[in-house]
């Protein structure tokens, strides 16, 4: 009983952080209006309220996950609304779990993408933690530079096949590891 206790304990914490970061998490961001581009230059929009036509540069990208057009503003950041958790196993019985909360950089505009997705990302993040705690990534000097840089080029990766490329960067924001 002692040492399910500390388990119990940090799934039903791990639970009520959930619950309260699902209720009190702020709206998604609304959709920016999107510009169609045009094949042939220039293209023309609509007048303006004065009366004045505005020409727009045709887009030379006819990719459909290209990033819409750019208005000044930088990359969203989205956090998956729930943590990673994984369980590090050794002789048949798990000794510790590691907890990792993450955030997705994204073109802006994007930020929606990730929430439709979050199911499929959070899948394939999964897959990735697993095989680095099972071959030995989360063990000893975990934080290492070398572990981290190696988890998170495995995370992009895994990510830019769920998002393509509206995705930047996958960014480890809160990591821990609870002994047993």
Known sequence: MKKLLPI???IAGAGA??????FLRPPPPKEPMMVEACAEEPCVKEPAADGE???VEASTDASSDSAPPASGTGPEYVALQRQMIVPIVSNDQVISLVVLSLSIEVQPGF????YDREPKLRDAFLRVLFRHANSGGFSGAFTSGEKMQDLRRALNRAGQQVLGTVLI???????LRQET
């Open 8 to 10: 119990i304990l940090l």
């Open 53 to 55: 036509v505005e020409s």
């Open 169 to 175: 960067q996958v960014l480890v924001t809160d990591i």
């Open 111 to 114: 930020s929606n993408d990730v």
């Open 17 to 22: 952080g959930v619950g309260a970061g699902y």
